[in-house]
């Protein structure tokens, strides 16, 4: 069964980048059916969609974070990243890396990292 | 941009059945997602493509999608089924993934 961990640091200081990895275990990420991306969960809110990528290589990202957004593969070691630059005291989230089908449903999940922005 | 709205929240009784609703303009058109979220832990796809359900997931929970809105059913509600519900869609003409705004389940 296919599964996704995030790593990566848990504090990362205001203007500074924000950087995690997905990796994926049970399944290989150059599969043509599906999407990579990553989601965010501020404390006590909703989902918000950060981007996806497609195993050939074509993001979609929050139009919102778009100037900030970078989401890249790396098949050789079956992973996905995330950096997200200059961030603020409102990037604080715990942030999910997930698998998504070709109609966009998020199938899996990884189980989420806190990271906090704080100087 | 697109948005979804949901309820804020809805109350249930044990053994009845609550209706979520997601709306949202002509979502009818679109590929209308399901996530159950519990406290502390990543959310859960219940039911993708408007209204089928992973393998896994009880037949209690259900899906519609016509017009501007989508309704997620759960049919003889169980204390389990507390939880945050979100829906989601992929918004083709922007090529944007949208959750829709959340509503917390209480069973009664």
């Known amino acids: 069964q296919l599964q996704l961990q995030e790593s990566g640091p848990g504090l990362v200081k205001p203007s500074e980048t924000l950087s995690l990895t997905c990796t994926v275990s049970g399944g290989s990420i150059s599969s043509s059916s599906y999407y990579w991306g990553w989601i965010r969960q501020p404390p006590g809110k909703g989902l918000e969609w950060i981007g996806s990528i497609y195993y050939s290589g074509s993001t979609y990202y929050n139009p919102s974070l778009k100037s900030r957004v970078t989401i890249s593969v790396d098949t050789s070691k079956n992973q996905f990243s995330l950096k997200l630059s200059s961030v603020t005291a409102a990037d604080t989230a715990v942030y999910y890396c997930a698998r998504s089908t070709t109609a966009m449903a998020t199938i899996t999940w990884g189980q989420g990292t806190l990271v906090t922005v704080s100087s | 941009s697109y948005v979804l709205t949901q309820p804020p929240s809805v109350s249930v009784a044990p053994g009845q059945t609550a209706r979520i609703t997601c709306g949202g303009n002509n979502i009818g058109s679109k590929s209308v997602h399901w996530y159950q979220q519990k406290p502390g832990q990543a959310p859960v796809l219940v039911v993708y493509?408007?209204?089928d359900r992973p393998s896994g997931i009880p037949e209690r929970f259900s899906g519609s999608n016509s017009g501007n809105t989508a309704t997620l059913t759960i049919s003889r509600v169980e204390a389990g089924d507390e939880a945050d519900y979100y829906c989601?869609?992929?918004?083709?003409?922007?090529?944007?993934?949208?959750f829709g705004t959340g509503t917390k389940v209480t069973v009664l």
């Open positions: 493509d408007d209204s």
């Open positions: 989601q869609v992929w918004d083709s003409s922007s090529d944007h993934l949208v």
